[in-house]
């Protein structure tokens, strides 16, 4: 879902406890890639820019809500990013959008997953000629061999257009927590 060998650099904006570092530190190293660490707490446009200027970063990897903030004030801080991962909230076709008209070159990929599948089980390529009417952005099809499955309360699949609960199934998935509500407490 995403391309990277040497020559390419990540920049780690999230914490080392917060389950996004293994795509940026494993995503980089694992592929020959140089893995540039993010000093601030908090990326804001300037500092974010500057590192991704300074580092001549070509893959990171953001939540939507610190996105939006930043494409809302200078989504011009993104030139020379080649991938932008964006994951762990729904993503915003408006800002997206800004991203793309001021950095056209770029290419936005929307993750989804839950820790327990080592951060994504799914990605959509979000296409530079997103529709004008769009109000979502899909998270896309399943990566790494896993499997989704919308389902209803009792376990069975529903029909296309019914909502229902996403189960994800294979074998990057950590085991042990159906029906076993005090672990997903824990």
Do not use: K, M
Request: hydrophobic share 40%; charged share 20%; glycine share 10%.
């Amino acid at each position: 879902y995403y391309a990277a060998g040497p020559g390419d650099r990540f920049l780690q904006t999230a914490p080392i406890a917060f389950d996004a570092s293994v795509f940026d530190i494993w995503g980089a190293l694992a592929n020959g890639a140089e893995l540039v660490f993010y000093r601030e707490r908090i990326p804001t446009a300037a500092t974010l820019g500057a590192a991704i200027a300074d580092h001549r970063i070509t893959t990171l990897w953001l939540t939507p809500s610190v996105f939006n903030g930043i494409a809302a004030e200078d989504p011009r801080i993104f030139a020379g990013v080649r991938q932008l991962v964006l994951g762990g909230e729904p993503l915003s076709p408006h800002h997206v959008r800004l991203l793309y008209d001021a950095v056209p070159d770029i290419t936005v990929i929307n993750g989804y997953g839950p820790t327990e599948n080592s951060d994504f089980t799914c990605c959509y390529r979000v296409p530079r000629d997103l529709a004008a009417d769009a109000l979502r952005i899909p998270v896309g099809h399943p990566i790494g061999g896993d499997e989704l499955f919308i389902v209803d309360d009792d376990g069975r699949p529903v029909a296309d257009g019914e909502t229902g609960v996403l189960h994800i199934a294979g074998r990057r998935l950590t085991p042990g927590y159906h029906n076993r509500p005090e672990l997903t407490e824990a």
